[in-house]
């Protein structure tokens, strides 16, 4: 076997969750261009159509999927949706997540429950009802959007909770890959560094862009195509011997 042939995805189903823009927007269009059909699953349906005919003007299947990550009967919802379309779930990419700032002797716990709620309660309800259609299967990819603030803490902005959430994911991660190795499912994780998305061109954020960009030793910031051989990496057989593992793609900035 050619060994790109190994990251090819031709046959297999998958579903992105925050798929409706900026990270999760482009590992749904790299899935697809590796040949999977893709569900788009977002708490904005318009986004996630919109991304959903991007998908199908690329020749492969498509569905929009309106969910809260937050909810389990939507995250039973979105799996059911998939399984029943198209017979099976192959691939699981748990990316929904949403950020914040604040001081941590300021924050107010409703600030606290929306950022875990979303980025790890999320991420798990999300896994969990992904993994009771895979069991059976003995067969699945499953794979987390963390971020490199699992492992250091960002600066000059204090993300408190977000910093938290996203440690969480990693161990998570690690976590459910040791529980369902026995059943073929894979469960990995990628930590993104800073990386431009529609976020970053918003106040406060976009006047610390040169000051993250200083402190990362590739002195620029991310891209989301970045990101998007990771994925088809990670979706792919050319990772089958890959699990538990926290990828983390920012252009060295946790090596200082």
């Known amino acids: 076997m050619c060994i790109l042939d190994r990251f090819k995805l031709d046959g297999r189903t998958a579903l992105v969750t925050g798929g409706g823009q900026g990270i999760g927007r482009a590992y749904a269009l790299a899935l697809a261009e ?25 020749g492969r299947r498509s569905l929009a999927i309106g969910a809260d990550v937050t909810v389990a009967a939507d995250a039973r919802r979105m799996v ?26 300021d924050m107010m716990e409703t600030e ?16 969990q009802a992904e993994a009771r259609v895979m069991i059976p299967r003995r067969y699945g990819k499953i794979i987390n959007t963390a971020s490199m603030s699992a492992s250091i803490v960002n600066r000059p902005q204090n993300q408190v909770a977000y910093n938290a959430s996203k440690a969480g994911v990693v161990h998570l991660t690690r976590s459910m890959a040791a529980e369902w190795a026995r059943y073929g499912i894979r469960v990995n994780c990628i930590s993104p560094g800073y990386t431009r998305t529609p976020l970053v061109e918003s106040e406060p954020v976009k006047k610390l862009v040169p000051l993250w960009m200083e402190l990362t030793p590739l002195s620029r910031m991310g891209e989301v195509e970045d990101l998007q051989g990771a994925i088809i990496y990670l979706a792919s057989e050319a990772s089958d011997f890959m699990t538990g593992h926290d990828l983390v793609i920012d252009g060295g900035y946790t090596i200082w």
């Open 34 to 58: 590796a040949g999977a059909d893709v569900a788009i699953v977002d708490i904005n349906p318009t986004t996630a159509q919109q991304v959903a005919e991007e998908i199908q003007a690329l």
């Open 80 to 105: 059911g949706t998939v399984v029943e379309a198209w017979d099976k779930l192959d691939i699981g990419v748990n990316n929904a997540g949403v950020g914040g700032w604040a001081n941590a002797e």
């Open 112 to 127: 606290w429950d929306r950022v875990i709620n979303v980025n790890l309660k999320g991420v798990f309800l999300c896994a």
